[in-house]
């Protein structure tokens, strides 16, 4: 098994990625990895998925349907996706690489200003309206899912637990029906 270990990618080559460093785990849903594109000279996020995971029912076509979601999201304040796929057992996706960090580690440091607060916030709705009109509903919007480039622009990340609804597109929704879906300390409590 390759990924037995939170360190046992580093080192190895992930479709054209060579993977540097562990830099974060998503629970027990997924690890983050930064990454090195020598073809493009770029560093990139590889997001992989542990293998137990991909023997749930269901697991696959979330994961799938992630990745073709984030894929057509074209926005400035939408994390892109550069790749995906399955290699050697792994699901992986590669996404644009943020130094910046998250935002729970933003306000870790300390009070945002009023002035920082309402950029954020006009970014995220023009992200989240953006994303409601093509028929995504994100569902797990908090602090660790968005990131912060070096401009301070705050971008969207994890669309792992996405609704895709509309008029041209089934409504598709892969989490069990009875299923608590979203992070329950950031949850609506209805």
């Keep these: 098994m390759l990924m037995s ?3 046992s990618l580093i080192g ?8 540097r460093e562990l830099i974060g785990r998503g629970g027990s849903m997924a690890a983050v990895y ?8 770029r560093y990139v996020a590889v997001k992989v998925i542990p293998q137990s995971l991909e023997q749930l029912p269901g697991f696959i076509e979330r994961f799938k ?6 894929a057509q999201l074209q926005h400035p304040y939408i994390l892109p996706l550069h790749d995906y796929g399955e290699q050697d057992g792994l699901l992986y996706l590669v996404m644009a690489y943020v130094s910046g960090g998250s935002l729970t580690e ?4 300390g ?12 970014q995220m709705t023009s992200a989240l309206d953006y994303a409601h009109r093509q028929g995504v509903i994100h569902r797990d919007i908090k602090p660790g899912n ?8 705050a971008l969207l990340a994890d669309f792992g637990i996405v609704k895709v609804t509309g008029n041209d597109k089934p ?18 409590p209805e």
């Design 171 to 188: 409504n598709v929704d892969l989490t069990a029906p009875s299923g608590i879906v979203g992070t329950p300390a950031y949850m609506s």
């Design 34 to 41: 930064k990454g090195f594109q020598p073809d493009l000279g």
């Design 111 to 122: 009070a945002l200003s009023f002035e920082r607060t309402r950029r954020i916030v006009q």
């Design 5 to 7: 270990t939170s360190t």
């Design 65 to 70: 349907l992630e990745a073709r979601t984030i």
């Design 146 to 153: 968005i990131l912060v480039d070096q401009d301070g622009n």
């Design 12 to 19: 190895k080559i992930i479709g054209k990625t060579e993977i």
């Design 106 to 109: 933003e306000i870790a440091k």
